[in-house]
């Protein structure tokens, strides 16, 4: 799933929700947010809510973010419990 814009206060439970519903029953979701030119605090509370979410449904995910969800993601979730990947990581396993 691909989101472009902005992630912020007024539309973080929006971006959880839809991502939510977006992933229906698929079993893998991969969460490109490269095109995400900003992204507050509310943001990566929003990936925590679906990290929650994805874990009781067992589904495996990861995000592929953009160099303001990185900088937000290394603030916010110094542990690493979103989990993440990058482009050139995703590319190669599609060569494979």
């Known amino acids: ?20 519903e977006a992933a229906g029953a698929a079993r893998a979701v ?3 947010l490269t095109a995400v030119h900003f992204m507050a ?5 929003a990936l925590y809510a679906l990290s929650a979410h994805f874990a009781r449904e067992g589904v495996e995910w990861c995000v592929v973010g953009s160099p303001a969800v990185t900088r937000v993601l290394a603030l916010c979730d110094p542990e690493g419990l979103i ?9 190669g396993a599609e060569l494979a």
């Open 1 to 20: 799933m691909a989101i472009a814009g902005e992630v912020d206060a007024a539309n973080a439970k929006h971006f959880a929700h839809t991502l939510r």
């Open 30 to 32: 991969v969460v490109d």
């Open 41 to 45: 605090f509310d943001g990566a509370s």
């Open 83 to 91: 989990p993440r990947t990058d482009v050139a990581i995703l590319r």
